[in-house]
């Protein structure tokens, strides 16, 4: 009989936020009162239109693809040169950051990205992860054998947790032990935490020191309003030799549905091969992307261009201002019921510790029942998050207005 991968077979549960669908849909079955008022704060997943630059971009793009000169098959794999152009250009080159057009690998996603990363390193690495953490890291190391089985924290054998707290400002201490492979996501998945020039400058040197990977999640850089707070891990000199940057359109042109992301690969970064000899990443990621991917299509590339024209611009600060208004609205509401509130500044996400002792799924029972709020739960992204729940930001006006005042007359004593 053929055999399945046994390491899936580790995995806690189903995902969570399919996990976190499964319960409304039991609730609000329950409940259909209730689920009339259902607002969805749980998953970060964008709500409002895309911008009118992108969809006149990709509307053009359809119709020069219905004609014989205009038509595109097959394009490259790791992205139009227009676009790896325009990203490389403005993202980083006139940032006064150094990135090549031909390291910048575009894709369908920075979920996809992070998975797929793994492909190019060994089997034999040690793991950091950030806990709370973005499940994404922990599932896929988990599916490609990195890992033994799960404690009943849901911590599993062979990884490093890093943990991330109040009192650290959730950016993790440098680990005293020596990892291969650090996972950083800053501003934070879920915590909406960011990291300081001087906190990624020591995981940088750290990285240096110990021939080690960052692989950098930057997927909410265009929330950060602080002008101190790096946006890119390469604003750290020393960065291209040792990180890896996931970025996406999903969170700032609001791509969620659209599908387009891309990955930075240096081509000074190297690792070491079997026998000893380092070698460069960018040549394995290049081969890896010809081998198992088609690319983006050619409209929806046309469309994340779009973004860096003048109006593009412009219209993307005006979305990413809109859901950091809703997060400034939300987060007020929270505090107003007296709870200890994190994020949301700098970040779409709003971390909330509740009541002490309370765990996160009870909350989460208590906000769906009392409030007909969907949040996450803090412990879905790790034992550091039990306690905590997470409210998302993107969200309508309207929705973000009556979630608010819901949550502030909530009496979170009541949770227990
Ligand atoms: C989240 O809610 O954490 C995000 O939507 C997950 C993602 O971007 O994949």
């Known amino acids: 009989m053929a055999r399945l991968n046994s390491h899936y077979l580790k995995l806690k549960a189903g995902y969570l936020f399919p996990e976190i669908g499964r319960r409304v849909k039991v609730f609000t079955d329950a409940n259909p009162e209730a689920a009339k008022r259902l607002i969805r704060c749980g998953i970060g997943d964008v709500t ?61 996603g920075s979920k996809c990205d992070c998975g797929n990363i793994l492909d190019i390193f060994g089997h034999d690495n040690r793991i950091a992860v950030m806990d709370p953490v973005y499940p994404v890291y922990v599932d ?29 400002g959730f950016v993790p201490e440098i680990p005293s032990e020596k990892v291969d492979l650090v996972y950083l996501c800053y501003p934070n998945n879920p ?19 110990n021939d080690s990977v960052i692989l950098f999640d930057a997927a909410y850089e265009a929330y950060i309003r602080d002008a101190d707070v790096p946006h890119s891990i390469y604003e750290i000199p020393g960065a291209r030799k040792c990180a890896i940057e996931f970025r996406s359109f999903s969170k700032n042109g609001g791509f969620t549905g659209t599908r387009c992301a891309f990955t930075i690969v240096p081509k000074e970064l190297e690792c070491s091969a079997s026998d ?45 201002n809109f859901y950091m208004e809703n997060a400034r609205i939300l987060r007020e509401a929270v505090l107003s019921a007296g709870l200890a509130v994190y994020g949301g500044v700098d970040a779409p996400y709003i971390w909330v510790k509740g009541p002490d002792g309370v765990p996160s799924w009870t909350l989460f029972d208590f906000l769906l029942r009392e409030a007909n709020i969907v949040t996450t739960p803090g412990s879905g992204f790790g034992a550091a998050g039990e306690g905590y729940f997470r409210i998302s930001a993107f969200n309508s006006r309207e929705r973000a207005e009556e979630a608010a005042r819901r949550l502030a007359s909530l009496d979170f004593g009541k949770a227990a």
Request: with cysteine; net charge negative; charged share 25%.
């Open 48 to 108: 409002e239109p895309l911008p009118a630059a992108v969809r006149e971009a990709m509307h053009k793009a359809i119709d020069e693809m219905g004609t014989r000169e205009g038509f595109h098959g097959y394009g490259p794999e790791q992205g139009y040169e227009f676009l790896r152009q325009a990203i490389a250009e403005n993202d980083y080159r006139t940032k006064g950051l150094e990135v090549a057009d031909d390291e910048v690998f575009v894709s369908d």
């Open 140 to 168: 896929t190391n988990v599916m490609a054998g990195h890992t033994s089985e799960a404690d009943e924290a849901g911590r599993y054998g062979g990884l490093v947790y890093l943990p991330c707290t109040a009192e650290n």
């Open 191 to 209: 915590t909406g935490a960011t990291a300081t020039r001087a906190q990624l400058a020591a995981w940088v040197d750290y990285a240096l020191a």
């Open 276 to 320: 000893g000899s380092k070698k460069p990443l960018h040549p394995l990621w290049n081969r890896r992307f010809s081998t198992k991917f088609n690319g983006v299509s050619y409209p929806v590339q046309r469309g994340a261009e779009a973004i860096y024209s003048p109006e593009g611009r412009k219209q993307v600060g005006d979305l990413v």
